[in-house]
């Protein structure tokens, strides 16, 4: 799963989109490490995006604007740079 992270941020389509590799270095990380019950708005706002304790994810899109691009981009990626991939990541909507 590391080696598919490291491929999928060195390509194209991630290395001008800072936000969406480390959104997408987050997640991964935070999965792999068993805490994938932490992936939660607020938590990706606060320490994904330096936003401040007092953050409101249900008034501030934020997170949910930065998944849609983070989602977009791995499209792209899978459908280009990385079609032959024997692993895909994904970030499934509503979750």
């Known amino acids: 799963m590391r080696a598919e992270l490291e491929r999928i941020l060195a390509s194209r ?5 800072t936000r969406s590799s480390k959104f997408l270095r987050y997640v991964v990380e935070q999965t792999l490490a068993g805490q994938g019950d932490r992936l939660k708005g607020y938590t990706i706002a606060i320490e994904v995006f330096g936003r401040p304790p007092d953050f409101n994810p249900q008034s501030h899109p934020l997170v949910r604007i930065e998944a849609g691009r983070l989602r977009r981009r791995l499209t792209e990626y899978y459908a280009d740079e990385g079609r032959n991939d024997p692993v895909r990541l994904e970030l499934p909507r509503g979750s």
Do not use: K, P, S, V
Not at 13 to 17: P, S
């Open 13 to 17: 389509c991630f290395e001008q989109a």
